[in-house]
């Protein structure tokens, strides 16, 4: 079976986080902010949703961070080799509109989520505040885009290596001290998004967040990815990634995506043991 | 040559029907008698000519039976295995008043698959007309209709969203019943009819629809593909599954290979399976087959169930115990599943389908230790795309609405399957994907 999607390239941005650009005309040319595609890297493989960090041309962007057997394996592509299937995009765009000022929020590797919404967000006319957070400083990325794009760039570390020293939300509740916001986008980790959403919810300013759960085929076949909003079922996939952050579950979101942490060990267990029999462990990791 | 025993079939995935030998299909055939006004036919949603095959079975030529087949009906292997034969040819076939019917299923089958094994022959292709259909979805209508399509000359490209072809034939239906070795060759044989396939594409998202819209004509085959929950507490617990999901994580991704294979399945001890129709038996054989005690709960009587009866029978005989007249009112657990909370339903009211419509029985609750709960309910069409053609009429459960002859109401759209009549067989999806291809090439050549 040929595999149709070329790498175009392959780069490490921090310790396991990977920014890789595809050569998928189907996804590039409709791509829009807030949707995502789903990879198989190969016969036996299974299908991953990816945000859609960037799309240039015939190419897609991908940034993700090395979290189980699939993306470890992913990693270890080279420029010049190919994923067996991309789908895609997925979800529905980000609603964008000229709202006044927004915030976009990117924790971790959520912070791959944010340029694309920012940049919709600015064209929309609208003054725009990024702020971009991680653990420490080598673990940030997109930094420079980010600032290309935004009005305003605040960076945030946990342990203070970088910018201010704390959380997104920390940042977030002294600008809502400030000034008015009239929407906020936040995307990051599930219990990232918890937590700062929290604090737009007594000013009851609309916010925005991306769910990942786990997924299939990503439209709305399967029902994996269901997510309670608002004490209703909604599927990721095709109802989402991005729901209204005051009515998401994220307990339950963070409870499913568990479901699989067993045999997600053995997987990845499994694929180290033979990467270390191929001669090929040690060096991809960086 | 029968089938095989289920204490041995629940240990694995291979086929339990094994089909008929030559001297068995030529004696089976060899019973038919050759009706000259033949019931079977009309029974057939697809107009296989019946007595036709079944002769040249009699005959020994089977070369000219698959031809035959082949002449109505692209996809015979698969409708030999999984079509609902008892009650359309075989239902009304005159043998049937004395003794048994002509075993039609099995012959069909018995033909496909002497000839996928003897040098499959490809049906005629008219010459190019020149014009472009474009088929969305791969399933069984789907592929009917780009089959007929190319057939009669016309450029057909199917869009399917998955990575893999087939629709439900990949994704819903077990290698028990239909093993997808069988499933790719019929679709390489469609292929092989000059039919381009775009798998990863979902027209909408990946394919816009000025494109789509561009084509000469447009054939929607998206299916049902939404699946229903019972709308109870506890369905958002680890370990509750619509079928939908637990048949494709191991139907289409081989999760009961895992970690040979990269997508994980849960295996649980014991399993509640709720539903009566044939996915729900599905579902039910699949866990099974995964080493779980598996529970068949269904809120009437076994007799009123929507199953097959052969599967019915199966389910039974691989040791799925039926708890009918029951409905589940609640999920429990923490996290993950830990049972199921049920009611005893009685039955005596008459609804107005015809079915006595099911009550529950008060203090009749009860509790079932399962550890997982798969939830087959139905499915209803696959709102993706249809609600995103404007113009494209659709009725109150979300089909698309059309004519005989699979018309929407945009005059060169047409639909067919389940995205049109709602969850039903294979067949009929495939009959109304025939009369739409007949309709569309009578539009395409003027006529």
Redesign the interface.
């Known amino acids: 079976m040929k595999r149709l999607y070329r790498i175009e390239s392959a780069a490490r941005l921090a310790d396991r986080v990977y920014e890789y650009w595809i050569h998928a005309p ?2 590039a040319r ?1 791509a829009r902010a807030g949707q995502f595609l789903i990879v ?1 890297l190969h016969e ?4 991953i949703p990816l945000t859609i960090s960037a799309a240039r041309g015939d190419a897609v962007r991908v940034i993700f961070m090395t979290v189980g ?2 993306t470890e394996e992913l990693a270890t592509l080279q420029a010049g080799e190919s994923i ?7 979800g529905r765009p980000s609603e964008i509109d000229n709202y006044g000022t927004c915030c976009v929020i990117g924790g971790g590797v959520g912070i791959a989520s944010t340029p694309p919404i920012a940049a919709e967000l600015k064209r929309a006319g609208n003054h725009v505040i990024g702020i971009i957070g991680a653990r420490s400083a080598d673990l940030l990325i997109l930094e420079d885009e980010m600032r290309e794009i935004c009005d305003e760039l605040y960076i945030t570390t946990d342990d203070g290596s970088r910018g201010v020293h704390g959380f997104a939300s920390d940042v977030l509740k002294r600008l809502f001290e400030e000034r008015t916001i009239d929407r906020v986008w936040i995307i990051g980790p599930a219990i990232m998004m918890k937590v700062t959403s929290a604090v737009t919810a007594p000013a009851g300013v609309k916010t925005y967040v991306s769910l990942n759960p786990i997924m ?2 990503g ?6 990815c ?3 909003v608002g004490g209703e ?1 909604k599927f990721a996939c ?1 109802d989402g990634p991005e729901f209204d952050a005051h009515q998401v579950d994220f307990d ?1 979101l963070m ?2 995506q ?3 942490t067993a ?2 060990k ?2 990845l267990e ?1 694929f180290a043991e033979h990467r270390c029999r191929c001669g090929e462990g040690g060096e991809q990791h960086g | 040559m029968g089938e095989r025993p289920a204490e041995i079939r629940i240990h694995d995935f291979e086929e339990v029907d094994l089909g008929l030998s030559p001297d068995e299909a030529v004696a089976e055939a060899e019973r038919c008698l050759q009706c000259k006004k033949p019931l079977c036919v009309k029974g057939c949603p697809v107009g296989i000519d019946i007595p036709g095959f079944v002769h040249q079975v009699a005959e020994g030529n089977f070369p000219a039976a698959a031809r035959s087949l082949k002449d109505q009906n692209m996809l015979p292997a698969i409708c030999g295995r999984v079509c609902p034969q008892e009650t359309q040819c075989e239902g009304v076939c005159v043998l049937g008043n004395k003794e048994t019917p002509i075993r039609i299923g099995a012959l069909e089958r018995f033909v496909a698959d002497w000839e996928r094994q003897n040098n499959p022959t490809l049906p005629d292709v008219a010459r190019p007309t020149g014009k472009r259909v474009a088929v969305v979805g791969s399933g069984p209508a789907g592929l009917t209709a780009a089959a007929e399509l190319a057939r009669a000359g016309h450029a057909v490209t199917i869009f399917e969203s998955l990575h893999a072809a087939g629709g439900v034939l990949a994704y819903g239906i077990p290698a028990f019943r239909l093993p997808k070795d069988i499933v790719r060759a019929e679709i390489e044989q469609v292929l092989a009819l000059g039919v381009r396939l775009k798998k990863n594409h979902l027209v909408g998202m990946s394919v816009g629809l000025d494109e789509l819209l561009g084509y000469d004509a447009v054939f929607l085959a998206t299916g049902a593909g939404l699946p229903a929950f019972m709308g109870i507490p506890g369905e958002n617990l680890n370990g509750v599954y619509s079928a939908n999901e637990f048949l494709t994580r191991v139907n289409l991704m081989h999760a009961d290979a895992f970690p040979e294979y990269d997508t994980p399945v849960l295996h649980a001890g014991r399993v509640a399976v709720i539903g009566g129709g044939n996915v729900a038996m599905d579902a039910a054989r699949v866990a099974r087959r995964l080493g779980a005690k598996v529970y068949l709960i269904y809120r009437r009587g076994e007799e009123e169930m929507p199953a097959r009866r052969a599967e019915v029978v199966h389910a039974k005989e691989e040791g799925i115990e039926f708890l009918t007249c029951t409905n589940p009112i609640r999920i429990l657990g923490k996290g993950g599943v830990t049972g199921i909370e049920c009611v005893k339903m009685s039955l005596c009211e008459m609804d107005a389908s015809g079915r006595r419509s099911p009550e529950p029985i008060e203090g009749s609750e009860f509790t079932l230790d399962v550890d997982m709960v798969i939830q087959a309910i139905g499915t209803s069409p696959n709102p993706l795309l249809v609600s995103l053609i404007p113009g494209l009429e659709r009725g109150r459960k979300g089909n698309v609405v059309v004519d005989k002859n699979g018309r929407t109401s945009i005059p060169h759209v047409y639909a067919g399957g389940d995205i049109a009549t709602g969850a039903a067989t294979v067949i009929e999806a495939m009959g109304s994907a025939k009369r739409a291809a007949a309709a569309i090439n009578a539009m395409l050549k003027g006529e």
């Open positions: 189907h996804v409709h198989r036996k493989g299974e299908r057997k699939t067996m299937d991309v789908a895609g995009p997925l299939v085929d439209t709305g076949m399967c029902g994996s269901r997510v309670s079922t095709v339950n409870q499913r568990r479901i699989y045999q997600e053995t997987a499994r």
